[in-house]
């Protein structure tokens, strides 16, 4: 069973602590705005891996694609929301 964008958007959430997470998708591919106060100091690779982290083997077995902005809450103001 494909999963949903709100479950997509739980998993991320029980894993990583998130101030904003909005999460669209098909049931294969899914688009992510990932805000965190976890992502302070880090760089875009960083950022990614922990989201990665957070979908642990679920990237693998039940997203095929996932397109993801990871933002700090200054970044995440700054862009406007």
Do not use: N, W
């Amino acid at each position: 069973m494909l999963p949903t964008p709100e479950q997509v958007r739980q998993y991320i959430a029980d894993g990583l602590p998130c101030v904003h997470l909005d999460v669209q998708g098909d049931g294969s591919h899914f688009d992510a705005v990932i805000v965190s106060t976890a992502f302070e100091g880090k760089r875009l690779i960083a950022r990614h891996q922990m989201v990665y982290a957070a979908l642990g083997d679920r990237m693998k077995a039940e997203i095929h694609a996932l397109s993801m902005r990871t933002l700090t809450p200054a970044e995440y103001e700054q862009a406007g929301k």
